[in-house]
């Protein structure tokens, strides 16, 4: 509001049915943009996680073909001692267990993970709600 309006209606010349109307206009409003930052927030979040996500995908298939190669050369390399069948044995076991020893750690991380909220945008709501109790409370003791 400008500062005329101020001036041509005095605060105790305001009906409570008008206050009680503005504060609602208010509310909505608040909360309208509040869903909007929440909006922005997380697809903004997402954007990112999306290409990180595209990212760490084409990093593990490279580091899958180098792992296939590692095998490979451990089985060459145990074929050398042992005969080939011993050799491909050995190296199957030790990456079954690798692959339940990553399982077990990847279902304990999942479980400890918190689901994505808009930070920012709970932050400023809690707030805005605290300005809002403020604000009864100190209209209650006028």
Do not use: C, N
């Not at 005329?4 to 909505?28: G, H, I, K, N, Y």
Request: charged share 20%; glycine share 8%; aromatic share 4%.
């Amino acid at each position: 509001m400008s500062q005329e309006s101020f001036r041509e209606s005095p605060p105790s010349a305001t009906s409570t049915s008008d206050l009680v109307s503005q504060a609602a206009a208010q509310v909505s409003t608040l909360v309208r943009d509040e869903l909007a930052l929440a909006k922005l927030e997380l697809a903004e979040k997402g954007k990112r996680a999306g290409l990180g996500g595209g990212l760490f995908g084409g990093a593990a298939v490279l580091a899958l073909y180098g792992l296939g190669l590692l095998l490979v050369l451990a089985v060459v390399l145990l074929d050398l001692v042992w005969p080939l069948w011993l050799a491909v044995l050995v190296v199957m076991v030790v990456v079954f267990a690798a692959a339940g020893v990553a399982a077990l750690l990847g279902k304990k991380k999942l479980k400890a993970a918190t689901p994505p909220m808009p930070s920012d945008a709970i932050a400023s709501t809690q707030a805005d709600v605290r300005t809002v109790k403020h604000a009864v409370r100190e209209g209650r003791s006028s």
